[in-house]
């Protein structure tokens, strides 16, 4: 996620952006358990609350407060931003209007423009949560849950179909079908696959997909839609065949500590970003409005997306190994 923002290579940009994102609600998929009963739904959901509504609110209402600050130091401005959108100080209007649409996950701030995934998660995990309960009382053939979920993601596509506060209707159906291969992927597993001729060979497969029929999840056309999810998905085995090689060196720890910490690099690489920025325009003499290009100054950037990389990972788990520590001295002195 953080070398697909990092302005790298073309090559490495497409093949990564070919399954990065689905990874993450295959996985979802990969580790999900049927609902037995009432209490089992309404804990699920309340976890799903506490996993991702709520650090979706505090940190989407954390950078809202700052945003006008962020836009006086040149964090934002009016010249620059994400594919040219440009941003504006908020009056009190604009800090209604943000809130109402946060309580519904529907807004966000710029240098949180990774969160779209966690209202897409919450909504199609939910989904299907209440789907298999309901399952459990009328038993609905689950065959007949994969290509109907396919044809809704089509027809959703093809007529533009969006809801209030949801958005597109055709990104929640393909985040379920790949969230139900996760599911019935983890039943029919064989992980004596998992080794580094087959990691090589889904890679090769992938890198042509992505020359071949290259899409994002969130930008794809209704012909992208069917290859985009397989090739998703043989990057995705392909994942999974070098984690299994990793799981006996170790760099395992390191991985494992990343991947606990997510969250808090999701929420802050954009903002840890600003400093290799900072450095770039000092070095070339770039105009410092410059600063507010999101999600990265693409200007002699050759080599820069490394660091880009490295501060995108690192500052984060500083800032929160620093915000832990205060907090363990706080609670020890309270005691």
Sequence with gaps: MVVGHSGCPKILLEYLYMFHMPLFFF???????????KYSVKTFIMKRIKGLYLPYIKWTLFFLILHNILFKINIYNDQYGFKGSVSYLYNL???????????????????????????VLFVTSVCLEIYFFINTKIRINKIILLPTLLLVTYICKIYNINLPMIGSVSLIAMSCVIFILGYYYK??????????????????????GSQTNYAEMTDYEVNDVLPYIIFSVIGIISIFCISSILEHTKVKSLLIYIGDNTMDILALHFISFKIVSLIKIYIYGLDIKKLACFPIIPDHNKYFWILYTIIGITIPLIILNRYRKVKFKLIQKRQ
């Design 27 to 37: 996985c979802s998929g990969y580790f999900f358990k049927e609902p037995i009963d």
């Design 93 to 119: 209007d604009d800090y209604a209007d943000k809130l109402f649409h946060l309580i519904f996950m529907a807004s966000t701030e710029q240098l949180l423009g990774g969160f779209w995934f966690l209202k």
């Design 187 to 208: 039943q029919y597993e064989q992980k004596k696959y998992y080794n580094i001729y087959t990691f090589i060979i889904l890679t090769i497969l992938v890198i042509i």
